[in-house]
């Protein structure tokens, strides 16, 4: 028998990685948040990989309750996900993957693009994957990590933002709303530039933007995270004293004025 995995998180992501390291036969054991992770870390104190599953709101809470003996076997996929949140608690290598599939409820697992992996169990979520036939590939170093992080954040959150004004699909925003969305799109860079620490390659983000939007033409610009999103990035601008004129104004009129 393989090595255990621990799945934290049993929504639909979740279940889609549990799959697959089922599929690679890895015994796996979920754990949700009313169960006490102490105790289990007892009773199974070295699994190959934790990965947690959980929500991007739910991550820090859950980071800082991490079991002493899981902290080096770590895998994260959350959206919103930066170098920053795993090193404000002090982990230092963990497994990361930027998920460009979506899961809903009652539906099937959507590929836009392949998903990249980083880390020292990166092989084993890419394993996983690919015997569900979702593409996922291995980076090759933590900068690589790093773009590819923040691509996902560019997505999501211009699509999300400009969905709030425009609403209507990915395809729709782009071909009839690309002034807006290029806009969006750089206070979003401006933002996560503050956020990582350095000048982005906005260019190159944008291109990998549009190969996102190109993956699934019918994607929904907004989803129900939306605002929560606009929010969090209007904090990070104040925090940062950046100006993201167009940000603000789309949070006056659709946040406040709501």
């Excluded at 309750?65 to 996900?81: H, M, S, V, Y």
């Excluded at 750089?186 to 982005?200: C, I, P, R, S, Y």
């Excluded at 610009?221 to 004293?241: F, K, N, Q, V």
Aim: proline letters at 5%.
């Amino acid at each position: 028998m393989k090595e255990p995995i621990i799945v934290i998180g049993i929504g639909e992501m979740g279940g889609v990685f549990t799959r697959g390291f089922l599929r690679t036969e890895h015994p796996v054991y979920p754990v949700s948040r009313r169960m006490d992770m102490k105790q289990i870390a007892k009773s199974t104190p070295d699994p190959t990989l934790v990965l947690v599953a959980v929500g991007e709101n739910d991550l820090h809470p859950l980071l800082e309750q991490i079991p002493a003996q899981w902290r080096d076997k770590l895998g994260l996929l959350q959206n919103e996900l930066l170098p920053r949140d795993w090193r404000e608690h002090k982990i230092s290598d963990p497994t990361v993957i930027a998920v460009w599939f979506e899961k809903k409820k009652g539906q099937d697992y959507k590929v836009l693009i392949p998903s990249p992996a980083f880390g020292p169990r990166a092989t084993l979520l890419e394993s996983a994957l690919e015997s569900l036939e979702i593409p996922c590939w291995e980076l090759s170093s933590a900068a690589e990590l790093e773009f590819e992080l923040v691509r996902k954040n560019v997505y999501i959150l211009t699509t999300n933002i400009t969905g709030l004004v425009v609403g209507g699909t990915v395809d729709e925003l782009w071909t009839q709303h690309q002034d807006l969305a290029r806009e969006v799109a750089g206070e979003v860079m401006d933002v996560q530039a503050w956020l990582v620490g350095h000048h982005l390659e906005r260019e190159r983000l944008v291109d990998g933007m549009v190969e996102a939007i190109q993956g699934d033409l019918q994607h929904k610009c907004m989803g129900r995270s939306a605002p929560a999103r606009l929010t969090r990035a209007i904090g990070h601008a104040d925090e940062a004293e950046l100006k993201v004129a167009r940000l603000r104004e789309i949070y006056a009129t659709k946040i406040v004025g709501n």
